[in-house]
């Protein structure tokens, strides 16, 4: 059987002096050294640099996080985080590896077996979902404190 890590080529690199708005899907091994403001999915590995900035959820199959990320990690096989990283999400996984220092601020939920990673997974993206489609967390819906101040 063959392993599907194998391959370390890099298919995609935001470099260390590069800003990007939007989300991007990869087929493979995918660095980030610079700044994304949107989700990063990968269907391969993802590194996130020591310098990098992602403000986004980020998904693929084995996960290193140096940087900070502002959203939710989904790493299929295997999530590092090493202790420059700053994680302020929730964290989905079949194993994990948090170094000395690192700093995360969500929940962690680690699925050993097929049917917990898969029950885990679906329920994420169903609450994904209903929270893209309720008026409630809209980006231009007034916060609470604007709803009674205001009578918005």
Same mark, same amino acid.
């Given at each position: 059987?063959?392993?599907?890590?194998?391959?370390?080529?890099?298919?995609?690199?935001?470099?260390?002096?590069?800003?990007?708005?939007?989300?991007?899907?990869? *087929?493979?091994?995918?660095?980030?050294?610079?700044?994304?403001?949107?989700?990063?999915? !990968?269907?391969?590995?993802?590194?996130?640099?020591? &310098?990098?900035?992602?403000?986004?959820?980020?998904?693929?199959?084995?996960?290193?996080? *140096?940087?900070?990320?502002?959203?939710?990690?989904? !790493?299929?096989?295997?999530?590092?985080?090493?202790?420059? !990283?700053?994680?302020?999400?929730?964290?989905?996984? &079949? &194993?994990?590896?948090?170094?000395?220092? @690192?700093?995360?601020?969500?929940?962690?939920?680690? @699925?050993?077996?097929?049917?917990?990673?898969?029950?885990?997974?679906?329920?994420? &993206?169903?609450?994904?979902?209903?929270?893209?489609?309720?008026?409630?967390?809209?980006?231009?819906?007034?916060?609470?404190?604007?709803?009674?101040?205001?009578?918005?």
């Amino acid at each position: 059987m063959s392993n599907r890590y194998e391959d370390f080529s890099i298919n995609s690199i935001i470099g260390p002096n590069t800003s990007l708005k939007g989300n991007i899907e990869t *087929g493979g091994f995918t660095r980030i050294d610079g700044s994304i403001t949107g989700n990063v999915n !990968a269907r391969g590995r993802v590194v996130i640099g020591e &310098r990098a900035r992602l403000k986004g959820n980020v998904s693929g199959t084995a996960i290193t996080i *140096g940087g900070v990320v502002y959203g939710n990690v989904i !790493a299929e096989e295997s999530l590092v985080i090493l202790s420059t !990283a700053l994680v302020l999400g929730d964290i989905i996984t &079949r &194993r994990i590896q948090a170094d000395d220092g @690192c700093l995360i601020h969500g929940k962690v939920l680690v @699925c050993p077996d097929e049917e917990s990673w898969s029950h885990a997974v679906s329920e994420y &993206r169903d609450d994904q979902r209903v929270k893209s489609a309720l008026p409630v967390f809209s980006k231009n819906t007034p916060s609470l404190a604007e709803f009674i101040t205001n009578g918005v």
